[in-house]
């Protein structure tokens, strides 16, 4: 994994659906101080305090620490979710893109944001409020990072945000990473990436 002046792109799913790759990160760019202060004007989702946690996390991320912790956590919670049989559905996907046989996967990030917004909603109906944020829970407890960013709350703001916007889901995500959560732009694309394989 690069160190200081890369990132290793995971562009997989935060459900453990994570598609490997690799994008290169200038050092200025690797934190939100930037972005917040471009913006100090705007009023963001999160505190400055979350913003810096969350970009340093996903700067610095272990792959397969992550896979594992998300693998566990549903493995832990799926009794939680409205469908708990959504769990095997997460779980071999998980397993699927682990072993590098994604193709299935690729296109789908090129759905129109509503489309995407409307899949992405369905899936997560079918994990639940409770059953959601119990898994989230679990992962920053093996992190040690609050990710706010994928809070239920968070993502039923983004997808309202999809529904509107002209482009992909993908886009979609990365422009309210932005815009609405004040991410740098290098990060909230490998954070998009990374969550668009949730349910899609």
Do not use: C
């Amino acid at each position: 994994m690069m160190k200081n002046v890369g990132i290793k792109l995971v562009s997989g799913a935060i459900g453990g659906m994570l598609v490997i790759g690799s994008v290169i990160v200038p050092a200025n760019y690797a934190f939100a101080s930037e972005t917040v202060q471009e913006n100090k004007e705007q009023e963001f989702m999160f505190t400055y305090e979350e913003i810096q946690s969350m970009e340093n996390f996903f700067s610095n991320v272990n792959e397969k620490e992550f896979y594992n912790a998300f693998e566990q956590a549903i493995i832990e919670t799926q009794s939680e979710f409205i469908d708990p049989s959504v769990a095997t559905e997460l779980l071999g996907i998980t397993q699927q893109v682990q072993e590098k046989n994604t193709p299935v996967l690729r296109g789908k990030v090129t759905l129109t944001a509503k489309a995407g917004a409307k899949a992405i909603k369905a899936v997560m109906n079918k994990v639940g409020k409770k059953g959601w944020n119990a898994m989230l829970k679990k992962v920053e407890s093996t992190t040690g990072t609050e990710l706010v960013v994928l809070h239920w709350e968070s993502i039923t703001k983004f997808l309202d945000y999809a529904v509107d916007f002209n482009g992909d889901i993908e886009d979609a995500l990365e422009d309210f990473l932005v815009k609405k959560a004040g991410f740098n732009r290098t990060i909230a694309h490998w954070v998009a990436k990374t969550f668009i394989f949730i349910v899609l």
